[in-house]
């Protein structure tokens, strides 16, 4: 009993200590903290008055000034420790030192959470045996991280039959999304889908995307490889609404139309429907223009009115032939500075395509223009190439006085004045604002299903819509993928990692504690 009288004042002190990281670490155990300060604090009083003789003493002699530093730093660090639990408590931070960072959101991502001006709600609908219920469980713990906006609650679906029939749920794994009187669901587990449901149910009016038909373009409708329906699912995740326009003549043309594609069209376009869509981009619409190689010279006078120049082409990239492509498959691996390819690292493919460059002088029309991409520096292309069955390696080669030499252009955007200034509102500018917006990439098939998840191809054209419709923030994510990290060992080296770390080391340790105890035993 003396023995613990002697220690009551340790006692205390860590009595409290404890107290202080207990209601820090579990705060809803509220009366365990409360109950080891107050024993601590009683402990520290019943030493006082136990020990109060000897205290005065020991105030009087030299040791008391040792004994009340102790004490001082004790109480220091205690409140040190307190300090720093509290700031790190309001203060939450997290660090990813993954090297492809699969523990955190794209750039993209965290733009689009911070700028929410509504609270969303997600009701995730998992049972306990879902195997995905983990991943998204870390998912939204992430994107609530990011913003306090973000609300998140798991549902069992086999324990609340209730909320099962009133979100109507009929899939384990739906999470549904509420925003005010809106409301979303999705059935995946990717940021790619939580970021864009996240948009479109914060977004205030739904576009509308219409790609052209009668000239032979690639048809949205199309599930084989020379179609473009990967594209069109794509868009409608992303909350866009997509319809086909056979023709755009003027008595015909959707005036609620954002954004016209013309996908690779085989033949040219009527005079007339050049000129609708010439007064739509004039009155501050915009287009997106995919011409392929060796088609539709018409288009060419047509762009070069808003500063498009597309030579009578054919490019040919060699390097294509290192990556298991073909000769007449040039890629981009390096992009111009331009929002759409704002961080994008993602090399493109492109199937038959042809340079599409800059008219200079720039036409007084044109605002701006940009180059998205260019070729590499041994690519070159051939003008007035005729595209055979079967060719020959001489036919291909590069010529110095006829071909022109890489790097080279092939996908370009501008932004145009509007032709119409004062005049009523401009048709499809009310979703698009002013100023209209064309852009022109030398081939079709990069998009198409054949091509579209290839590497960067549907991130690009995705991005380029979303800047044609000023939706910079719809976003096509590229999954994460963690490389794993080996070591390859040989026998050898593996048999002398076993016997270091698992006999050797072991026997040195065991060998010095045996050395100082006989040695402390014969003092």
Not at 49 to 64: D, N, P, S, T, V
Not at 300 to 328: H, M
Not at 458 to 473: K, P, R
Not at 487 to 514: D, E, R
Request: aromatic fraction near 10%.
């Amino acid at each position: 009993m003396k023995k613990i009288a002697e220690h009551l004042q340790t006692v205390g002190l860590v009595l409290i200590f404890t107290a202080l990281v207990v209601s820090q670490t579990w705060p809803a155990a509220r009366p365990a903290p409360l109950f080891l300060a107050g024993l601590g604090l009683v402990s520290l009083i019943a030493y006082f008055l136990l020990h109060a003789g000897r205290l005065k003493q020991r105030m009087k002699r030299r040791a008391f000034l040792y004994s009340s530093n102790l004490l001082l730093i004790i109480v220091l660090v205690i409140g040190i420790v307190a300090v720093v639990n509290v700031l790190l408590s309001r203060h939450h931070h997290r660090f990813d030192f993954t090297a492809a960072r699969v523990h955190s959101l794209s750039d993209q991502s965290i733009r689009v959470v911070k700028a929410l001006k509504t609270d969303v709600a997600l009701k995730a609908f998992f049972r306990e045996g879902n195997m995905s219920r983990t991943r998204m469980e870390d998912l939204l713990k992430i994107y609530a991280y990011h913003s306090p906006r973000i609300k998140y609650e798991f549902i069992d679906p086999d324990k609340n039959p209730g909320l099962v029939k009133r979100y109507e749920i009929t899939d384990d794994g739906t999470t549904v999304l509420e925003a005010g009187d809106k409301d979303g669901r999705i059935t995946g587990v990717t940021e790619e889908e939580i970021t864009n449901a996240l948009i479109r149910i914060t977004r205030e009016k739904k576009k509308t995307l219409y790609f052209l038909e009668g000239h032979g373009e690639v048809s949205t409708e199309i599930d084989g490889e020379d179609g473009a329906s990967i594209a069109k699912d794509e868009l409608v995740k992303m909350g866009y609404e997509v319809r086909r326009q056979t023709l755009a003549l003027s008595d015909t043309f959707p005036k609620d139309c954002a954004v016209l594609i013309v996908p690779g069209p085989k033949k040219d376009l009527l005079p007339t429907e050049l000129e609708t869509i010439s007064k739509f981009l004039k009155d501050g619409g915009r287009a997106f223009f995919l011409i392929d190689a060796l088609v539709t010279p018409g288009l060419v006078p047509f762009l070069a009115r808003f500063g498009f120049k597309l030579e009578n082409d054919l490019l040919i990239d060699p390097a294509s032939r290192l990556i298991g492509g073909d000769y007449f498959m040039p890629f981009v691996d390096q992009y111009e500075s331009h929002e759409i390819t704002r961080n994008f690292r993602y090399a493109t493919f492109f199937a038959v395509a042809r340079t599409v460059d800059g008219i200079e002088p720039r036409p007084e029309n044109v605002l701006t223009f940009s180059i998205l991409g260019r070729t590499s520096a041994e690519a070159y292309a051939k003008k007035d190439f005729v595209l055979k069955d079967k060719m020959t390696m001489k036919e291909i080669e590069f010529d110095k006085a006829r071909d022109k030499a890489g790097p080279l252009p092939l996908a370009a955007v501008a932004t145009l004045k509007n032709g119409s200034p004062g005049s009523a509102e401009p048709q499809g500018s009310s979703a698009t604002g002013k100023e209209g917006r064309a852009a022109v990439v030398g081939d079709s098939d990069f998009f198409s299903n054949r091509y579209f998840n290839f590497s960067g191809n549907g991130n690009l054209f995705l991005n380029i819509v979303n800047w044609l419709a000023q939706e910079s923030d719809l976003i096509s994510i590229q999954p994460k993928t963690s490389n794993p990290r080996t070591v390859q060992l040989s026998p050898a080296q593996g048999s002398l990692i076993f016997w270091f770390s698992v006999v050797i080391l072991p026997l040195i340790v065991l060998a010095v504690g045996l050395a100082i105890w006989l040695r402390r035993r014969a003092l």
